[in-house]
C-alpha cells in the first residue's frame, strides 16, 4: 500500500496561538471555563482592595496625607454608614483577607479540576476517533506518533493550559494594581510602566525563540515515542542479531537532541529572569530619586506606589516566565487536532446500534466474492477475485507471502474498501449491512493473538462483554484451552503478563481462538493463525476447528498448507488472483501451482 505522509504538526504549529488555546478550552467546557473567570477577576479584586485600603489606613495612623485611594475608600465606607477609624479599616482589612482566602481556595479547586478535565476531554476524543477511523488510517499513522499524541503532547496542553490560568491571574492582579497606582500617582506610575515596557522589549526576542524550540521539542518527542516503541518490540531481533549497539545509537542521536532542546527550554527562564531583575532595579531606584527630587511626589504615597510596583515586578516577570514556557508548549495544540481530523476524516460509517438482518443472526453464513478487485495506490493486490463460500463450511485460502490473501480476507471485515466488484453474505450486499454489527458476527484469530496485560478471564471477556461464566467455559473448551488454564494457580483468575507473555504460543493461540468464539460468531476467520506454531500446537487448534465444522462458517488463511488440509475447498492465489481451486486431493492430482507448493514445503520437513 502506498502510505499518505505522516501528519505534519510543525506545519500548523504558528497557528498555535493563546487565542485559539483559550477558544478551545470554551469549546470543551464553557460553563467552567467562565466561572473560572469570573472566580479569578474576583481573586484580582479582592487582592486590589486590600492594597487599596493601607492608603487610609496608613492615613489614619498619622502616615501619608490626602490621596486619591484614600478618598475613594472614604465615600465606599460612608456609603455604608462607616467612618474611615483605624479599627475599621484593621477589620476591613481582615474581612477583605478572608474572602480572598476563601476566592484562592475555589479558584484553585476550579483550576485543577478543569486543566484535567480538559486534558481528560482530549485523550478521550483522540482514542475514540482513532479507534472508529478506518483500517488505513492505522496504516498510515506511526504507532508511536499516535501514542505520544495520546499521552505526550496532551501533557503539554495540560501545561499550556495552567500557563493560561496563570496569566490570566497575572494579568487581572497587574490590571487591578496599576489601576491603583495610576490613580494614587499617574507620573509613577508611568516612569515604571515605561521600565516593564522596556524588559518586554528586551525579552521579546527570547519569547519567539521559545516557540521555535517548543514545535521542535513536539517533532522530537514523537520521534523518541516511536523510535521507543520500535527498540522495544525489536528487542529479540536486536539481541539475537547482536546489534545492541546500533540500537543504542539511533536511540543516541534522538536523546541528543532532545536533550539540547530540553536544554535551551530549562535555561530560557533564568535568562528572561536575569534581564528582568537587572532593568527592574535600576528602573526602580531611577523612579525613586527622580519622583523625590524632581517631581516632589509624597514620599508616603511615592513608596505605597513603589510597594505596589514591587509586588507587581515579580508578577511581570512571572508573565514573561509564563509567555515564554507558553510558546515551548502551544505547539501541542497543533499536534492533538492534527491527528483528531485525521482520524475524523477516515472515520467509518459504523451503523451504531443497528443489528443484522433476521436471515443472518445466529447461523453460519455464506459467502459470494464476485470479481473483488482492491487497489492500493496504483497496484491491484487482489485482481478479479470471484470465490463462494458456503453457510458452514471450513475454506481454506493459501499463496505464498504477498499473493493477496490477507488483504482479500481486510475485504471481507470491510477493514479496506474495493475498487470493484462486490461481496454478498448470504445473498445481501455486505456494504448495506450495518458495520458494527457486521464485525461484531465474525471471530477473528491473527498470526500472532493479541492479549491484553491482564486475567484470561479479562481478555476472553474482551469478545463478548458481559458473558456468563457457562458461555466463557464452553468457548474455551471448544477452542480446547480449558484444559491448560484449569491447571494455572489461579484458572481463569491467572495474569497473563504484557501481550501474554506468561503463554507458550499455542496457549496463546487457543486463548485468541476461545476469544472469538465466545462471541458465538457466524463467520470465523483465521488469519496465518498457526503460521507460527510448533507442530503439535497446530495439530491441538486444527482439531478444535474440526469441532467446529457446521456450525460456523470458517475461512482459514495460510501459507502452511499442512493446516488447511481438511477444508472443504481451498482457494490458491498467485499475485492477487485465484489461479486453482479444489479440495485437497483436486489439488495434489492436478499437479499444477498447490501441489508445487505442496512439494517443496514437504521436502522442508
Given at each position: 500500500?502506498?502510505?499518505?505522509?505522516?501528519?505534519?504538526?510543525?506545519?500548523?504549529?504558528a497557528?498555535?496561538?493563546?487565542?485559539?488555546?483559550?477558544?478551545?478550552v470554551?469549546?470543551?467546557?464553557?460553563?467552567?471555563?467562565?466561572?473560572?473567570?469570573?472566580?479569578?477577576?474576583?481573586?484580582?479584586?479582592?487582592?486590589?482592595?486590600?492594597a487599596?485600603?493601607?492608603?487610609?489606613?496608613?492615613?489614619?495612623?498619622g502616615?501619608?496625607?490626602?490621596?486619591?485611594?484614600s478618598?475613594?475608600?472614604?465615600?465606599?465606607?460612608?456609603?455604608?454608614?462607616?467612618?474611615?477609624?483605624?479599627?475599621?479599616?484593621g477589620?476591613?482589612?481582615?474581612?477583605?483577607?478572608?474572602?480572598?482566602?476563601?476566592?484562592?481556595?475555589?479558584?484553585?479547586?476550579?483550576?485543577?479540576?478543569?486543566?484535567?478535565?480538559?486534558?481528560?476531554?482530549?485523550?478521550?476524543?483522540?482514542?475514540d476517533?482513532?479507534?472508529?477511523?478506518?483500517?488505513?488510517?492505522?496504516?498510515?499513522?506511526?504507532?508511536?506518533?499516535?501514542?505520544?499524541?495520546?499521552?505526550g503532547?496532551?501533557?503539554?496542553?495540560?501545561?499550556?493550559?495552567?500557563i493560561?490560568?496563570?496569566?490570566?491571574?497575572?494579568?487581572?492582579?497587574?490590571?487591578?494594581?496599576?489601576?491603583?497606582?495610576?490613580?494614587?500617582?499617574?507620573q509613577?506610575?508611568?516612569?515604571?510602566?515605561?521600565?516593564?515596557?522596556?524588559i518586554?522589549?528586551?525579552?521579546?526576542?527570547?519569547?519567539?525563540r521559545?516557540?521555535?524550540?517548543?514545535?521542535?521539542?513536539?517533532?522530537?518527542?514523537?520521534?523518541?515515542?516511536g523510535?521507543t516503541?520500535?527498540l522495544?518490540?525489536?528487542?529479540?531481533?536486536?539481541?539475537?542479531?547482536?546489534?545492541?549497539?546500533?540500537?543504542?545509537?539511533?536511540?543516541?542521536?534522538?536523546?541528543?537532541?532532545?536533550?539540547?532542546?530540553?536544554?535551551?527550554?530549562?535555561?530560557?527562564?533564568?535568562?528572561?529572569?536575569?534581564?528582568?531583575?537587572?532593568?527592574?532595579?535600576i528602573?526602580?531606584?531611577?523612579?525613586?530619586?527622580i519622583?523625590?527630587?524632581?517631581?516632589?511626589?509624597?514620599?508616603?504615597?511615592?513608596?505605597?506606589v513603589?510597594g505596589?510596583?514591587?509586588r507587581?515586578?515579580?508578577?511581570?516577570?512571572?508573565?514573561?516566565?509564563?509567555?515564554?514556557?507558553?510558546?515551548?508548549?502551544?505547539?501541542?495544540?497543533?499536534t492533538?487536532?492534527?491527528?483528531?481530523?485525521r482520524?475524523?476524516?477516515?472515520?467509518?460509517?459504523?451503523?451504531?446500534?443497528?443489528?443484522?438482518?433476521e436471515?443472518?443472526?445466529?447461523?453460519?453464513?455464506?459467502?459470494?466474492?464476485?470479481?473483488?478487485?482492491?487497489?492500493?495506490?496504483?497496484?491491484?493486490?487482489?485482481?478479479?477475485?470471484?470465490?463462494?463460500?458456503?453457510?458452514?463450511?471450513?475454506?481454506?485460502i493459501?499463496?505464498?507471502?504477498?499473493?493477496?490473501?490477507?488483504?482479500?480476507?481486510?475485504?471481507?471485515?470491510?477493514?479496506?474498501?474495493?475498487a470493484?466488484?462486490?461481496?454478498?453474505?448470504?445473498?445481501?450486499?455486505?456494504n448495506?449491512l450495518?458495520?458494527?454489527?457486521?464485525?461484531?458476527?465474525i471471530?477473528?484469530v491473527?498470526?500472532?493473538?493479541?492479549?491484553?496485560?491482564?486475567?484470561?478471564?479479562?481478555?476472553?471477556?474482551?469478545?463478548?462483554?458481559?458473558?456468563?461464566?457457562?458461555?466463557?467455559?464452553?468457548?474455551a473448551?471448544?477452542?480446547?484451552?480449558?484444559?491448560?488454564?484449569?491447571?494455572?494457580?489461579?484458572?481463569?483468575?491467572?495474569?497473563v503478563?504484557?501481550?501474554?507473555?506468561?503463554?507458550?504460543?499455542?496457549?496463546?493461540?487457543?486463548?485468541?481462538?476461545?476469544?472469538?468464539?465466545?462471541?458465538?460468531?457466524?463467520?470465523l476467520?483465521?488469519d496465518?493463525?498457526?503460521?507460527?506454531?510448533?507442530?503439535?500446537?497446530?495439530?491441538?487448534?486444527?482439531?478444535?476447528?474440526?469441532?467446529?465444522?457446521?456450525?460456523?462458517?470458517?475461512?482459514?488463511?495460510?501459507?502452511?498448507?499442512?493446516?488447511?488440509?481438511?477444508?472443504?475447498v481451498?482457494?490458491?492465489?498467485?499475485?492477487?488472483?485465484?489461479?486453482?481451486?479444489?479440495?485437497?486431493?483436486?489439488?495434489?492430482?492436478?499437479?499444477?501451482?498447490?501441489?508445487?507448493?505442496?512439494?517443496i514445503?514437504?521436502e522442508?520437513?
Amino acid at each position: 500500500m502506498e502510505p499518505n505522509p505522516h501528519p505534519n504538526p510543525t506545519e500548523s504549529a504558528a497557528d498555535a496561538t493563546i487565542g485559539s488555546l483559550v477558544a478551545d478550552v470554551f469549546r470543551k467546557a464553557r460553563r467552567r471555563a467562565s466561572l473560572l473567570v469570573v472566580v479569578v477577576v474576583a481573586s484580582a479584586l479582592t487582592d486590589g482592595a486590600s492594597a487599596a485600603l493601607l492608603f487610609p489606613l496608613l492615613r489614619s495612623v498619622g502616615v501619608g496625607g490626602a490621596d486619591a485611594p484614600s478618598s475613594v475608600v472614604d465615600r465606599v465606607l460612608s456609603g455604608v454608614g462607616l467612618r474611615a477609624t483605624p479599627t475599621t479599616l484593621g477589620l476591613a482589612v481582615v474581612v477583605v483577607a478572608i474572602a480572598r482566602g476563601a476566592i484562592l481556595l475555589l479558584q484553585g479547586w476550579l483550576n485543577a479540576d478543569l486543566q484535567h478535565r480538559y486534558v481528560a476531554t482530549w485523550r478521550q476524543l483522540l482514542l475514540d476517533s482513532a479507534v472508529r477511523a478506518k483500517w488505513r488510517f492505522f496504516v498510515d499513522v506511526r504507532g508511536g506518533d499516535l501514542a505520544n499524541a495520546l499521552i505526550g503532547e496532551t501533557l503539554r496542553l495540560s501545561s499550556a493550559f495552567f500557563i493560561c490560568v496563570q496569566l490570566l491571574i497575572t494579568f487581572s492582579l497587574v490590571v487591578v494594581y496599576v489601576a491603583i497606582a495610576v490613580v494614587a500617582s499617574w507620573q509613577t506610575s508611568i516612569l515604571l510602566l515605561a521600565v516593564g515596557v522596556l524588559i518586554a522589549v528586551l525579552n521579546r526576542r527570547i519569547v519567539r525563540r521559545s516557540r521555535a524550540v517548543g514545535t521542535q521539542l513536539s517533532r522530537q518527542g514523537e520521534e523518541l515515542q516511536g523510535l521507543t516503541g520500535e527498540l522495544i518490540g525489536g528487542a529479540k531481533l536486536i539481541k539475537a542479531t547482536a546489534t545492541e549497539d546500533v540500537a543504542s545509537q539511533r536511540f543516541a542521536v534522538v536523546v541528543d537532541r532532545l536533550r539540547l532542546l530540553d536544554r535551551w527550554s530549562s535555561f530560557q527562564p533564568h535568562l528572561l529572569q536575569a534581564v528582568f531583575e537587572t532593568v527592574a532595579i535600576i528602573g526602580i531606584v531611577g523612579v525613586l530619586v527622580i519622583g523625590t527630587q524632581t517631581l516632589s511626589i509624597n514620599a508616603a504615597t511615592l513608596l505605597i506606589v513603589l510597594g505596589l510596583f514591587l509586588r507587581l515586578y515579580p508578577r511581570l516577570s512571572s508573565l514573561q516566565l509564563y509567555l515564554q514556557q507558553l510558546q515551548v508548549y502551544l505547539p501541542a495544540l497543533a499536534t492533538c487536532p492534527t491527528y483528531l481530523s485525521r482520524a475524523q476524516e477516515d472515520e467509518e460509517v459504523r451503523g451504531e446500534g443497528e443489528e443484522l438482518p433476521e436471515p443472518l443472526r445466529g447461523v453460519p453464513v455464506a459467502l459470494e466474492v464476485d470479481d473483488l478487485t482492491v487497489r492500493y495506490g496504483d497496484v491491484d493486490v487482489v485482481r478479479n477475485v470471484s470465490i463462494e463460500v458456503e453457510a458452514g463450511s471450513t475454506v481454506g485460502i493459501v499463496g505464498s507471502s504477498g499473493a493477496g490473501k490477507s488483504t482479500l480476507v481486510d475485504a471481507v471485515l470491510r477493514l479496506t474498501d474495493p475498487a470493484s466488484g462486490r461481496i454478498r453474505v448470504s445473498g445481501l450486499d455486505l456494504n448495506a449491512l450495518p458495520l458494527s454489527a457486521w464485525r461484531r458476527s465474525i471471530g477473528y484469530v491473527a498470526q500472532e493473538t493479541f492479549l491484553f496485560r491482564g486475567s484470561i478471564r479479562e481478555n476472553l471477556e474482551w469478545g463478548a462483554p458481559g458473558c456468563t461464566e457457562e458461555e466463557l467455559i464452553d468457548a474455551a473448551n471448544r477452542a480446547h484451552a480449558h484444559d491448560f488454564v484449569s491447571k494455572m494457580p489461579h484458572r481463569y483468575d491467572a495474569i497473563v503478563g504484557d501481550r501474554g507473555v506468561r503463554l507458550s504460543g499455542g496457549e496463546r493461540q487457543r486463548l485468541g481462538l476461545a476469544r472469538a468464539l465466545v462471541r458465538s460468531p457466524s463467520l470465523l476467520v483465521l488469519d496465518e493463525a498457526t503460521s507460527a506454531l510448533d507442530a503439535e500446537s497446530e495439530r491441538t487448534v486444527i482439531s478444535a476447528l474440526r469441532g467446529l465444522h457446521g456450525a460456523i462458517t470458517v475461512i482459514m488463511v495460510s501459507h502452511r498448507l499442512s493446516t488447511v488440509r481438511h477444508a472443504d475447498v481451498i482457494f490458491v492465489l498467485e499475485a492477487g488472483e485465484v489461479v486453482e481451486r479444489g479440495t485437497w486431493d483436486e489439488l495434489i492430482g492436478r499437479e499444477g501451482r498447490f501441489a508445487m507448493l505442496w512439494g517443496i514445503q514437504a521436502e522442508g520437513h
